[in-house]
């Protein structure tokens, strides 16, 4: 029972850390979404009759403002390198 407790702490406290730390090196901090641009109607009521054309995300690293793709500025949390074009 002692060694499955050890293995369960060992991968909490080593594996958990080395898994963020290579999600962070390979897509970068989250950054939220702070605005939209959209065309369309001002009457539409709901975040999904808007059809948008740009998004702004802010984070760690500053502002990014991207092409929505499709109409959609997609996830709320985007993940974003530092090298990244603006």
């Known amino acids: 029972m002692k060694k499955h407790a050890h293995l369960l702490t060992y991968f909490v406290w080593v594996i ?8 962070y090196t390979l897509y970068g901090l989250p950054h939220i979404l702070l605005s939209y641009r ?4 001002d009457a539409a009521t709901y975040y999904d ?3 948008k054309t740009e998004c ?7 502002g990014f ?3 929505a ?10 993940l974003f390198k530092e090298k990244e074009v603006r």
């Open 49 to 51: 009759e808007r059809y």
């Open 38 to 41: 959209w065309v369309g109607s």
């Open 16 to 23: 958990v850390p080395i898994t963020a730390w290579i999600i």
């Open 69 to 78: 793709h499709e109409g959609s500025c997609g996830w709320v949390v985007r």
């Open 65 to 67: 403002t991207i092409k």
């Open 56 to 62: 702004r995300f802010i984070g760690p690293y500053g």
